[in-house]
Structure formats: C-alpha cells, structure tokens
C-alpha cells in the first residue's frame, strides 16, 4: 500500500521567519544582556533599568529568549527572575575568555544589512560589502576604520575560538617546538596553543593595524612574553620559520592562484 507524505508549510515558515529569532539573539548580545546576567540573576525590572530598555516590550524580549533557551527564568512577568543559560553563560558573557559573541555582534552591525542587498548582488555579481560605496577592497575599508577593525577581529576570534580551543587540546604537539599562525588576526589561535602546549613557542602574524590589537590581547592574557606576535604581509613577506604554519579564516577569501601561493609558501 503506498503511504503518502503529508505535505507540511512549517519549514517554510520557519526559515521565512527565521530572522525574527536571529535578530532577537543579536539584539541580546549587542546591548550585553548575557554579560550583565552573568554578573548575577536579576528581576526583568533590573534589566530594564540598567539596560535602558523601555517596559512595553520587556517581557515579550526576554521570555522570547527563554523560548529559544538562552534564558532562564523563574517566575513571571513583575516577579520573573532571569539568568543566563548553560551555553549563553559560556559564550555570551564578555567577561569570561570563552566568549564567542564577537562574530554575532559583527553579525548584527555588519553583516544583517549586507543581506538586504542579497537581490542586488545576485543581479549585479557584485559585492553589497563595504567596497560597494567606496571603491576599496573589504580590508582596506575595514581596516580604515579601527572600531569596525576591532569589531571584524573580535567576530573572527569568536567564530574560530572553539576551533583554536580544540586543536590546542587535542593535536599531538609534542614532535614541534614552534609554531606560526599567519593572518593570526587578534591572536587567539597561538594564544590557546600556548596556554595548552607550554614547550611551543608560537608567532602570530598579521598587517601592523591588526598586530597592534593582537599584542593587546596577548598582554591582557599574561601571554605578552610568551606569544611572538609579527608584523607582516603575508603575500609580500617571507614566512617565519616554523615547525607548524596554521592559516585559520585566510585561505576561503582568495581565488585558486593566491592559495595555491599561500600553501606554497608554509612548504
């Protein structure tokens, strides 16, 4: 007997609308929601006041992000009582050196609008970044701009962190003694090799804007002695010798012939 398949709108419905949710989570990290829950739970009526956010929507943003589990809550409403969830708490507070929620909050002021133009790139071919109003490459425009640099780093460093986390922990480091991570953005990748494999001795390199930053880091993590960090282009410049050459997020921005230098020259 042939069994037909019930035809179902809900997964239309849910990637059509799928952007309600994200920019709630959005919204959440960018005005540090987690990061103040993770000082201490609070009442909704001690969000609101030292967020500033207006009562009328209050509840119906909080509860919203208790329905899609990055809340907690007990009560409700007047008598709610709010913490942070098990991944929010890890993740999304600013204050712990797991947080994450630097590419949402590039995701938020960058990357959102860029989307709306998704009719207009498929149309023209063209980029519907930064280098549609200026003429610039991505970089340069972004790097012209140091808060918007340290923004595109700290989403680069969250993206990756688990990743970098990961193979700090878990690759077999005990054949190499040194290490160079090119376009090593903030740092975060030698950082973890460092902090998990003391006998590695590794060298972050990137263009002299982003190793200003990643110096910054390297010192704010007690790192600023053990972590090389190194100025370079790294299509113009020799690699540092290493034992081990790591290119997190580089590669996937060029065309075939720049990764096939990029790979000849760790070799």
């Excluded at 949710?21 to 990290?29: I, N, P, Y």
């Excluded at 942070?84 to 590419?103: E, H, Q, V, W």
């Excluded at 023209?124 to 200026?134: D, F, S, V, W």
């Excluded at 600023?224 to 921005?253: C, R």
Aim: with cysteine; proline share 4%.
């Amino acid at each position: 007997m042939e069994t037909t398949s019930q035809v179902d709108p809900s997964n239309i419905m849910q990637i059509g609308t799928g952007f309600f949710a994200s920019k709630t989570l959005l919204t959440a990290t960018k005005i540090g929601l987690f990061t103040l829950l993770g000082e201490r739970p609070r009442s909704g009526e001690d969000i609101q006041k030292e967020l500033g956010l207006h009562p009328r929507s209050l509840y119906d943003f909080l509860d919203a992000l208790v329905a899609l589990g990055f809340l907690n809550r007990k009560g409700i409403k007047e008598t709610s009582i709010y913490s942070n969830s098990a991944d929010s708490d890890l993740f999304l507070d600013k204050n712990k050196p797991s947080y994450m929620g630097g590419i949402l909050e590039m995701a938020n002021n960058r990357l959102y609008p860029f989307w709306n133009d998704l009719e207009t790139g498929l149309k023209t071919g063209l980029p519907q970044n930064e280098a549609k109003n200026n003429g610039k490459s991505l970089f340069d425009a972004i790097y012209a701009d140091p808060a918007r640099l340290r923004e595109f780093i700290r989403a680069m460093t969250g993206v990756q962190l688990g990743n970098f986390i990961a193979f700090a922990k878990q690759f077999d480091f005990t054949n190499y003694k040194t290490l160079c991570d090119i376009g090593g953005s903030g740092g975060a990748l030698s950082a973890q090799v460092t902090l998990n494999n003391e006998h590695v001795k590794c060298t972050t390199l990137d263009l002299p804007p982003v190793t200003s930053i990643a110096q910054e880091n390297m010192d704010a993590m007690g790192l600023g002695d053990k972590v090389n960090v190194v100025s370079g282009d790294f299509f113009a410049d020799k690699f540092p010798k290493a034992d081990i050459i790591t290119m997190g997020q580089i590669l996937h921005d060029w065309g075939t012939k720049d990764k096939k230098k990029l790979i000849s020259k760790s070799y």
